[in-house]
């Protein structure tokens, strides 16, 4: 039950349903309000309209610019945060939608010292160009390994299709994502099976002399 109700709210915030029922909603105005949100383990209490994207909140507010403006409608995914580990389009959902749901941003994944694992994927398979693109990536990938730690290569693809990259990284990104989910095999293991393989074919080639 709870996959399926993480799986319709993925939809609802990945299309704006949530933010264009909001609209329709005649006790949604301009009027401020103090709401209270959870935002990377922290507590912030926001004054602002109920009806406030939660982007803006995050940007100007909370001085957390992970998430970026990209097409304000919700579809370009350059604004994707997770909300109760969903990956969620920020820029079209209200604020008042997001009281009492645990918010994470890029900056609540990892630092720079310590990035997480999908962060460090990214990075080491320099999946990025300009980069305004990366949070949604980053993000996405999250959420899909959270919900299923081992994916397969079609899953990855199927869960990144609706995130863009206008300087077209999608390769390089979908090996980082394939890296995060253990699909890939690292350098360093590369490196010691060549070692090993040479090791064994000295050994062989002693034997036979």
Known sequence: MVAVRNARLARLYANGTVWMFAKRNRNYGMTQSTIRLAVNGRIHDVDAAPDTA????????????????G?????CGSCTVLIDGVAARSCVIPIQGCAGRDIVTLEGLGSRAHPDPVQDA??????????????????????????????????ILQALRYNLCRCGAHVEIARAAMRAAGLLVKPQDLEAQGLEAQNLGGQNLGAQG
């Open 71 to 75: 097409c304000g409608l919700g579809e």
């Open 54 to 69: 939660l982007l803006y909140v995050l940007r100007n507010d909370l001085e957390l610019n992970g998430p970026k403006y």
């Open 122 to 155: 990214f990075i080491k398979e320099q999946a990025a160009q300009c980069g305004y693109c990366l949070n949604g990536m980053i993000m996405t990938t999250k959420a899909l390994l959270m919900r299923n730690p081992h994916p397969t290569e079609a899953e």
